[in-house]
Each structure stands twice: as C-alpha cells, then as structure tokens.
C-alpha cells in the first residue's frame, strides 16, 4: 500500500511542482488540520488570477473532500478509535484544478460506493440538482453526521464526472482514491 501511495505522491508532486502549486498532505485529518490545509490552500488559490466563481468552487469541493476523509476513513488506532488518516491532494493545471483524496474504506462498503459514483457519474445537471434536493427532503443523519449530501454537491459543484478507483490494502479494506477536476469559469454558482 504504501507504493501505491509513493507513485500517487511522487507523481502528482512533479506534477503539481511544474504548476507551482504544490500542496500534499497524507496523514491523520482532524478539524484543525483540516482548517489550516484549507486556509493554505484557499490562499494560494486567491494569489492566481483565477475568477471567483472558480476559487469558489474549489474550496468547497475541498471542504467536502476533506469532511470525507474525516468522517469516512476506515482507518483506527490500536485502541480501536477511528483516526482519520488519508491523502489530500490540490493542484492546477492549465485550465483547471484538481482535488485527489485517498483513504481506507471496508469492503462491504465498496460496492456500495461504486454504485453510487456511477449514478453520480452518469446524472446530467439536473438530475445532480433534484438529487441533492430529494436528499435534503429525505436523507437521514448516519452514526457520523453526514446527510448523504457530499458527493452528490461535488459532482454538482465540479461539473465533471467523478474519477475513482479501488486498491486492494488487506482483508477487509480497500484505499479508496477520488480525483475531482474543478474547470476554470467565471461561470456563477448557485450556491
């Protein structure tokens, strides 16, 4: 596992590196850490001559992606306590910027998520739209929190189908890799 992580980093570094724009963190991902990657980034983000609807955009797909990694990671201590660990990645290209979260997911889980990228993927604008609002109206708070809205808001807000892939870590555990590509567009949000 942890080459699969060293080709993920290394790989997008010399990436990100060439745009100037190197922000990589993997490790635990509490709400402290959370707010200080984010400040940093949204920093960086409001130094480049992008539009504020972009700048916009990218920050909240990279709150939800973090949440994610926060609330959903399968990754515990010794004591059994759930930590958090995962892989954050932001970066620019030329005319976009990317997000890529990494983190452990049980397996059962897994065809649960796939399922539930593919109707994401294969929904157009509007069918996003009404299934952010019926999740509203009806989803349930799960044992973290969470309404069921994170991924449905980012595939809504990116505009872009969602790229993921599962690698196999042990027995009962898949890392679990997300890669959001945000356009650049003075195009407003309805946020």
Known sequence: MDSVIYFIKSTLANEIAASGFPLIYKGEMNHQIMRSFAFMANRKIAEMNVPTATRK????????CLQNITKHSDDYDEKEKQIGNGLFVVGKERDSFYIVTGNL???????????????LNS??????KEMFMQQ?????LNEKGGAGLGLIDIARKSKR?????????????HFFILAVTIPISAEEDDF
């Open 105 to 119: 997911v049980r397996n059962d889980k897994v065809p649960i998520l796939e399922q539930r990228l593919d109707r």
């Open 161 to 173: 189908k969602l790229y993921y892939h599962f690698v196999p870590y042990e027995n009962n555990r």
């Open 57 to 64: 955009r990218v920050f909240h797909i990279m709150i939800e």
């Open 136 to 140: 509203m109206v009806e989803g349930e």
């Open 123 to 128: 929904a157009s604008p509007t069918q996003l």
